[in-house]
């Protein structure tokens, strides 16, 4: 198993492009997570899915879009990037029974 | 207000002793858990250990334990015996009321960086 893979690892934006990150499980886990972390901080969720087909807006949702078309995959849209949203995007994935969330080993965003 | 605290921005310990991370914690709920993760300066996120609300023992997990006094609400990472790869940030969690749409949601506190000295 794969576990939970991100791509890419590394992109660098000019402000006001787009792109989508893709997170991938093979656990068959039902939740799935995008978090990002800024430097020195913890962990904010950004939105998250409960199933197939649901997403739901987490701590900090302004300025993301989110897709769970298949339960396997989890996208994180920016559609209009800005140096703000420079970070390292987490994806994660659980079971739902059981709590653990797993991580993907993060995608570094610099927006300039 | 802030759910997870982590008052320790840095410490530092020698090899094969033992460190204790601070976490303290606030919620309503009577029903949560809390969870420690390491990341390690490659980056990644790695699962330790688990508490839940209503377990009675402390959690423990190999070289680590979780001194949990639900009282006081914190949630403390005692790491024994401690390696020079245990040099990394830790993260406290909170999971609050599992219920579906809320998605078993983690907040994380600010992390503890351990450096490690030979």
């Known amino acids: 198993n794969a576990g939970v893979t991100q791509t890419p690892k590394f992109r660098v934006l000019k402000t006001g492009q787009s792109m989508t990150l893709l997170c991938a499980q093979d656990?068959?886990?039902?939740?799935m997570y995008w978090y990002r972390q800024d430097p020195g901080m913890g962990l904010r969720l950004i939105h998250y899915s409960v199933g197939e087909g649901t997403t739901a807006k987490g701590e900090v949702p302004d300025g993301y879009n989110v897709s769970r078309l298949k339960k396997q995959n989890f996208l994180l849209g920016l559609e209009s990037a800005a140096p703000s949203q420079t970070s390292v995007y987490f994806c994660a994935s659980s079971t739902g029974l059981k709590e653990t969330q797993y991580f993907g080993p993060g995608t570094r965003l610099l927006v300039l | 207000a802030q759910k997870i605290t982590q008052t320790q921005p840095g410490m530092f310990v020698q090899e094969k002793e033992a460190v204790t991370l601070d976490c303290t914690y606030d919620t309503s709920d009577q029903s949560y858990g809390l969870f420690w993760y390491k990341q390690p300066s490659s980056g990644e996120m790695i699962f330790l250990i688990y508490q839940g609300s209503y377990d009675e023992q402390n959690a423990t997990e190999g070289r680590y334990s979780l001194n949990f006094q639900k009282a006081r609400k914190s949630a403390n990472l005692v790491i024994s015996a401690s390696q020079l790869g245990d040099s990394a940030m830790y993260f406290c969690?909170?999971?609050?009321?599992?219920?579906?749409?809320?998605?078993?949601?983690?907040?994380f506190g600010g992390g503890t960086r351990v450096l490690v000295k030979p």
């Open positions: 969690a909170m999971r609050e009321a599992k219920v579906k749409a809320a998605g078993n949601k983690l907040t």
């Open positions: 656990m068959n886990h039902e939740y």
